[in-house]
């Protein structure tokens, strides 16, 4: 007992070790530079914080017009039923736009008062998750609060993505409890978790590779309430057909810089020097995302782990999604804690690549970071993602050969 409780920490302290040097050395550039160096840490160079936030508020202003006022207004109406309590709450400003909103005393409050309250929440599930090894709940929790995909991402961004990963994680947390109350609210909080943000869907997968088919059948229930009954609020039926619009309009032809297929996409340009991607081209990145859809969905399915189930369904909403953007990397979250309380052995390199992907970093690689304008997400932490992809399956592929011959 003692033996592995040392190896666990050891491999947390590993993390941790990681992090601090990459924040470390982040600090030191932003020094030397005098802040030159900002804008590898914050998309945009943070000049448009908490835009999500304020950007579908004033879309929410008039309810009924919501998914007409812009093709940004791309989120299901059970998330705008949140931002419109939130506008109830406000007095009204003397114009419905981003700097309206800004320009009232209580619109970033209430936006504090938010991340406090999911701050405190995430602590009390690191503090579940890790509960076999307290003594790294602090520090663990404190580096993936300043984390890129945290503060430098959805909490700088203002995103919802942040209360979609709160209630994905309690949700797993109580999904297999001995509590028929906590079990039923696992199914309901991932019903509202794709309400936030439809990409969480994929943690109904689960169920199903579970063979769990009542709780398949309610999760469906669930989901379908919870996506379409809002509608009646805002605009009905022909807001949800908007909706869709919108969806669309947002994804062009290559999609996010940041999924896979724009990452095939970046790599070509860069050889190529070329901004112009031909038709064969976009034929060959459909084909690597499609390919990497089912390549995830099969990984989960014969993992015996389930951090790494979490990690390839994760990487759906990560780098498979078009519309994903750098913020949708705080899904990473839930296999990383998962990875945490599962590992009872030393693993040197899953931990130090864990680290390059959540630590802010800042390291001089302009080839990296010349990529694209969404220079915060490239550095090393799309590579150590791949990587990990990589090694994860890798480990599932041999565990499944051996498993296979245990059998024959």
């Known amino acids: ?18 992090s601090l040097t990459c924040y470390f050395i982040t600090l030191l550039r932003l020094l030397y530079t005098n802040g030159g160096c900002f804008d590898e840490i914050f998309d945009q160079a943070g000049y ?48 419905p736009t981003m700097n309206g909103y800004r320009a009232l005393p209580g619109t970033l409050l209430i936006y504090m008062v938010l991340l406090c309250l999911c701050t405190g929440i995430l602590y009390y599930q690191i503090s579940t998750l890790l509960k076999n090894t307290p003594g790294v709940v602090l520090p663990i929790f404190l580096l993936l609060l300043f984390s890129e995909p945290l503060w430098g991402g959805f909490i700088e961004r203002g995103n919802s993505v942040g209360f979609a ?24 909080f991932i019903a509202f978790a794709a309400g936030l943000k439809i990409y969480p869907a994929v943690i109904g997968l689960l169920y199903i590779f579970e063979k769990r088919w ?3 059948f309610r999760l469906v229930i669930y ?16 807001g ?27 790599v070509y340009q860069k050889l190529t020097a070329s901004d112009f991607i031909p038709p064969s081209i976009q034929m060959i990145g459909t084909a690597i995302m499609l390919f990497f859809l089912l390549f995830s969905v099969y990984m989960a399915w014969i993992s ?5 189930q979490l990690l390839f369904l994760c990487c759906l909403m990560v780098v498979f999604v078009p519309s994903s953007y750098p913020y949708t990397t705080v899904y990473l979250l839930i296999p990383f804690l998962f990875f945490l309380r599962e590992s009872n052995t030393l693993a040197i390199g899953y931990a130090v690549i864990w680290g390059f992907i959540f630590t802010i970093f800042a390291l001089p690689l302009k080839s990296f970071t010349d990529f694209s304008s969404y220079s915060f997400a490239f550095g090393l932490r799309y590579p150590a993602l791949f990587l990990l992809l990589l090694f994860a399956a890798a480990d599932t592929i041999k565990a499944r050969i051996q498993n296979i011959q245990v059998k024959c």
């Open 165 to 188: 990963v709160i209630l994905v994680l309690q949700a797993l947390i109580w999904k297999d409890s001995e509590k028929v109350v906590q079990k039923e609210l696992a199914l309901f």
């Open 214 to 216: 009542k709780e398949v």
């Open 223 to 238: 989901g379908v309430f919870v996506f379409f009954i809002p509608f009646l609020f805002f605009g009905g039926f022909q």
């Open 48 to 95: 448009f914080s908490f835009c999500d936030y304020l950007m579908h508020l004033s879309f929410v202003s008039t309810p009924s017009g919501v998914y007409m006022a812009n093709a940004q207004a791309c989120f299901p109406p059970f998330a705008y039923l949140f931002y419109y309590f939130i506008v109830r709450i406000l007095p009204t400003p003397l114009e």
């Open 304 to 308: 015996s782990k389930k951090w790494i």
């Open 1 to 18: 007992m003692y033996e592995n409780k040392r190896k666990k920490v050891t491999t947390e302290m590993i993390f941790i070790l990681t």
């Open 240 to 266: 949800m057909l908007q909706f869709f619009r919108n969806l669309v309009q947002i994804t062009d032809a290559t999609g996010s810089l940041c999924t896979i297929r724009g990452f095939f996409y970046l």
